[in-house]
């Protein structure tokens, strides 16, 4: 039977084994076989990985299948099909241009091989490397995308010793189904009950977190010392994180807020001439339990020239920043650090010596805003 002609049809298929070969959706850009192809038969050229196949097969257009019968192969035989995107292409090419037409499939690769349906957008197509293609989308279906998330406005001030003010702005809550919106400042008091939440009571020197959220429909917002949806609430969202000193039964620090970070300008914790040997010296930073970035001037005084100093997140932990320090000598370093739960963390020196200059200053946290949902 003669060989029929045809414009390099190309296809994916499953189809696994050396058997039929069951065509899948003709690759976007390339011709498909059809009615009018039925019964005829073409050069056939899969490509399988590094694997290849030259066959000669007939269409069944109402199965929508090929036979195949070998010309030559990589293998020397019918390749035995993996069914992971192999590459199909059909057409009328001389032996001289069987590399065409392989070359021509090997560029799916970079290509359409698959569809993912998803419920928020029509189709995701993806290559044979899995990498993201194209997004088809319809407006009408991104109206069923979960609401806007992130952040607008929503500034926390310090409106006096016991008030933290949280300005007007809106943010995503913890499930993303609903947006918590304030549109007129709202005021929370530390000496106000009703606006500790969680079981929190006004203390010194401790952290509270500033939660948002709804209850029987209504914007309400609280102060608590944990993570967490207070019981009474729908739902909840973090938008901020202040501490208490210790003046009175616990006022609030001064503090400026920029975006999600919050910093304290002046020194937190000194220490003088009174820690010595090699022990660990805990140091409290100002932050909660999270990532902090911190900034610290110290001096050691040591028989030995050079000391390496040690800054870690946990007592006795593994060492998180290390410091090669010269004999006298005042060093400054700025890094970041994870707390530990209670905010602190630990300094130590490698050699007996004494911290002659030890201060923590203009010290900042990242607060984890928006980040209920992941709690």
């Known amino acids: 039977m003669a060989t029929t002609y045809f414009d390099l049809g190309c296809y994916f298929t499953a189809t696994t084994g050396s058997g039929t070969i069951v065509l899948g959706t003709a690759v976007p850009g390339y011709n498909s076989l059809?009615?009018?192809?039925?019964?005829?038969?073409?050069?056939?050229?899969?490509?399988d990985g590094t694997a290849w196949e030259h066959s000669r097969g007939v269409y069944n257009y109402a199965s929508g299948t090929l036979t195949r019968n070998l010309v030559k192969s990589s293998t020397g035989s019918l390749l035995n099909l993996s069914g992971n995107a192999v590459r199909v292409a059909v057409g009328d090419i001389a032996a001289s241009d069987f590399q065409a037409m392989l070359d021509r499939i090997t560029t799916l690769e970079t290509t359409v091989a698959s569809k993912v349906n998803s419920s928020a957008f029509n189709t995701f197509l993806i290559n044979n490397t899995n990498e993201l293609v194209a997004i088809v989308s319809r407006l009408d279906e991104l109206e069923t995308l979960p609401v806007a998330v992130g952040?607008?406005?929503?500034?926390?001030?310090?409106?006096?010793?016991?008030?933290?003010?949280?300005?007007?702005?809106?943010i995503h809550n913890h499930d993303l189904s609903a947006r918590?919106?304030?549109?007129t400042d709202i005021t929370l008091d530390l000496a106000v009950s009703s606006d500790l939440v969680n079981g929190s009571l006004r203390a010194t020197n401790t952290w509270y977190y500033v939660l948002l959220g709804h209850a029987a429909g209504n914007i309400v917002a609280g102060l608590s010392t944990s993570l967490g949806k207070p019981a009474s609430w729908s739902d909840w969202q973090i938008v901020g994180a202040m501490r208490t000193n210790a003046t009175?039964?616990?006022?609030?620090?001064?503090?400026?807020?920029?975006g999600d970070w919050?910093?304290?300008?002046?020194?937190?914790?000194?220490?003088?001439?009174?820690?010595?040997?090699?022990?660990?010296?805990?140091?409290?930073?100002?932050?909660?339990p999270l990532s902090v970035q911190a900034k610290m001037l110290f001096r050691t005084l040591t028989a030995a020239k050079y000391?390496?100093?040690?800054?870690?997140?946990?007592?006795?932990?593994?060492?998180?920043?290390?410091?090669?320090?010269?004999?006298g000598a005042n060093e400054y370093v700025e890094f970041d650090i994870v707390t530990n739960d209670d905010g602190n963390i630990f300094l130590q020196c490698d050699v007996a010596s004494t911290w002659d200059a030890l201060q923590l200053i203009s010290r900042g946290f990242q607060c984890p805003i928006g980040e209920a949902g992941h709690v």
Not at 151 to 170: D, H, K, N
């Open 307 to 327: 000391t390496w100093a040690y800054i870690r997140s946990e007592s006795g932990g593994t060492n998180t920043v290390s410091i090669h320090t010269r004999q």
């Open 180 to 183: 918590l919106t304030v549109d």
């Open 248 to 258: 009175g039964g616990g006022q609030w620090d001064m503090f400026q807020q920029r």
């Open 262 to 288: 919050f910093f304290y300008e002046g020194e937190m914790f000194a220490l003088s001439t009174n820690v010595n040997d090699t022990s660990e010296t805990t140091a409290r930073v100002w932050a909660p």
């Open 151 to 170: 952040a607008v406005g929503l500034q926390l001030q310090r409106a006096s010793a016991t008030e933290l003010t949280i300005q007007t702005g809106s």
């Open 34 to 47: 059809g009615s009018s192809q039925n019964g005829k038969t073409f050069n056939v050229v899969l490509r």
